[in-house]
Nanobody
Framework: QVQLVESGGGLVQAGGSLRLSCAASGSIFNYDIMGWYRQTPGRQRELVATISSEGSTNYADSVKGRFTISRDNAMNTVFLQMNSLKPDDTAVYYC???????????????WGQGTQVTVSS
């Protein structure tokens, strides 16, 4: 099995900051892309940011210039620094990996419990 444990969410006022962490463990064979996604009730999960093993990053237009994704390969951990938070950023945030388990199953099928981010106006 693969475990993804997100943490760092909370309640913050608009304009504030939070730093999310996601630690991956278990039967991971290899992966390249690590990403953050978010979901609000009644809406599909949306991509927030991704980072490749070489450090190339990609951001949703709505978070560009405010969020920064980073990773620690030795710790199988991905981070999301969120600054200048807006009420529209309120969501449950999840991390995800692109790769395979030791059993050749795609890692994209594994999700953690997520971490709630609530931004008050």
């Amino acid at each position: 099995q693969v475990q993804l444990v997100e943490s760092g969410g909370g309640l913050v006022q608009a304009g504030g900051s939070l730093r999310l962490s996601c630690a991956a463990s278990g039967s991971i064979f290899n992966y390249d892309i690590m990403g953050w996604y978010r979901q609000t009730p009644g809406r599909q999960r949306e991509l927030v940011a991704t980072i490749s093993s070489e450090g190339s990053t990609n951001y949703a237009d709505s978070v560009k210039g405010r969020f920064t994704i980073s990773r620690d390969n030795a710790m199988n951990t991905v981070f999301l620094q969120m600054n200048s938070l807006k009420p529209d950023d309120t969501a449950v945030y999840y991390c995800n990996l692109r790769g395979y388990t030791v059993y050749a199953a795609p890692l994209e099928g594994y999700w953690g419990q997520g971490t709630q981010v609530t931004v008050s106006s």
